[in-house]
């Protein structure tokens, strides 16, 4: 099993900036592949970014890209969702995900956190 909890959620102004921490526990950290996802209110999660096992792979939603960088601290247990330049459409709820395999953690990782809120007001 591998435990997953969020932080660093909270109300930023349009432009501005926060940093999401996804601390995991309970298995081998530095082996799986990790992703972060977002659900906003009545539409569907989607895919946000991932990060390999060492970090040297990413990858993006075209929404995000050039504004989010993924990364991870093998040491600490910890992957991060950096966000920058934050618009009022990435409102939602924010979820850390992790999956054996970097396909599947792009697409319906198996493990997940409870989500963290990030509300971004223009």
């Known amino acids: 099993q591998v435990q997953l909890v969020e932080s660093g959620g909270g109300l930023v102004q349009a432009g501005g900036s926060l940093r999401l921490s996804c601390a995991a526990s309970?298995?081998?950290?530095?082996?799986?592949?990790m992703g972060w996802f977002r659900q906003a209110p009545g539409k569907e999660r989607m895919f946000v970014a991932a990060?390999?096992?060492?970090?040297?792979?990413?990858n993006y939603a075209d929404s995000v890209k050039g504004r989010f960088t993924i990364s991870r601290d093998n040491a600490k247990n910890t992957v991060y969702l950096q966000m920058n330049s934050l618009k009022p459409e990435d409102t939602a709820v924010y979820y850390c995900?992790?999956?054996?395999?970097?396909?599947?953690?792009?697409?319906?990782?198996?493990?997940w956190g409870q989500g963290t809120q990030v509300t971004v007001s223009s």
């Open positions: 995900a992790a999956d054996t395999s970097y396909i599947v953690v792009i697409r319906t990782p198996y493990y």
């Open positions: 309970g298995r081998t950290f530095s082996n799986y592949p």
């Open positions: 990060i390999s096992p060492t970090g040297d792979t990413t």
